[in-house]
């Protein structure tokens, strides 16, 4: 098998070359740049030691010239020797990214919790040193919550949607399954990040999980079950809740402005302060609902929209 161009002996033999090429640079550039003077020219001056002085004196531009050129190579064996080292150490430090990457996923795979809550905290530093990794880990994240708190409605013997009732005694989210709201911290306080997609967290049961001021803009959040779920001050700009279960959330001052809410089940939800901004409320059920000061400024509605007993706040 032939040596690859990046062997270390064709490698060698290309270093061999360059100093070749450099020594003879070195060496015949000056005399081409100032050529000696021709024995006739010498001939012509008026005594011998005019000839040896300006002999000299080329000499010595010549060798100054070569000084100039040594530093200069110099400079670009410098500089070369900074790119390739900055160069391999990134090269080092994608690696290491990669070798993290792995080895995060592989403990999100555990069977043991505290694992995998290394495993998520791995992925979020990971999503923190590298940027062009966020968008995947947030999928991997997304997938992960989806995973570990189905709520697979519309599939045969799937839960009924929503619930006949909202169970009051279910735990938080952090003590039922800690895994997957830990995934949901981290999501919810990510960068931001220019390429990103929807954040994709449809059919999950995340009845009471946490998500206080969590940076959702955009989720994707269809037939999600939220009861009870404790998220004011949160962004779900332009998120998709359609028949999402909300019933009891908290949601003051929570951002929903131009998110899809048809069908959303909001009885007895506080959305005080809240802004719904441009949202669709068609089909959505507010029975119940604290609207004190809520904005529904160009909502969308019609006579499917369920409003509380004090009608819709103007």
């Not at 002085?53 to 530093?71: I, K």
């Not at 080292?85 to 080895?103: A, K, P, V």
């Not at 279910?170 to 929807?198: C, I, N």
Request: proline residues 5%.
């Amino acid at each position: 098998m032939k040596a690859g161009l990046s062997s270390p002996r064709v490698l060698g033999a290309l270093a061999a070359v360059g100093v070749l090429i450099a020594l003879g640079v070195i060496v015949w550039l000056p005399q081409m740049i100032y050529p000696p003077l021709t024995s006739r020219e010498l001939s012509q001056l008026p005594s011998a030691d005019k000839r040896v002085d300006l002999q000299q004196a080329q000499a010595r531009v010549q060798n100054e010239f070569r000084s100039q050129l040594l530093q200069a190579m110099g400079g670009v064996v410098v500089v070369t020797g900074a790119v390739a080292g900055w160069r391999q150490l990134q090269l080092n430090r994608e690696g290491q990214i990669t070798e993290r990457f792995s080895r995060a996923i592989d403990h999100m795979g555990s069977d043991t919790l505290d694992v995998r809550l290394g495993g998520i905290y791995a992925l979020e530093r990971v999503a923190r040193n590298s940027p062009d990794d966020r968008q995947a880990i947030s999928d991997i994240l997304c997938a992960f919550i989806r995973e570990h708190a189905r709520w697979q409605v519309g599939v045969p013997d799937g839960p009924e949607h929503p619930t006949p009732t909202v169970d009051v005694q279910m735990p938080w989210l952090t003590t039922r399954s800690p895994d997957v709201q830990t995934a949901l911290y981290v999501l919810g306080r990510r960068s931001a990040h220019p390429r990103e997609h929807t954040l994709y967290l449809s059919r999950a049961d995340l009845r009471r999980a946490e998500l206080s001021q969590a940076q959702l803009a955009t989720v994707n959040l269809r037939h999600t079950n939220l009861s009870r779920a404790y998220m004011p001050d949160s962004n779900l700009e332009h998120g998709d809740l359609t028949n999402a279960d909300l019933r009891h959330a908290n949601l003051r001052r929570a951002c929903l402005a131009h998110a899809n809410l048809c069908d959303a089940h909001l009885q007895h939800a506080y959305l005080d302060h809240a802004v719904l901004r441009g949202a669709d409320l068609r089909g959505a059920n507010l029975a119940g609902a604290v609207l004190d000061g809520t904005d529904f400024t160009d909502a969308r509605t019609d006579h499917t929209t369920t409003w509380p007993d004090t009608g819709r706040p103007h």
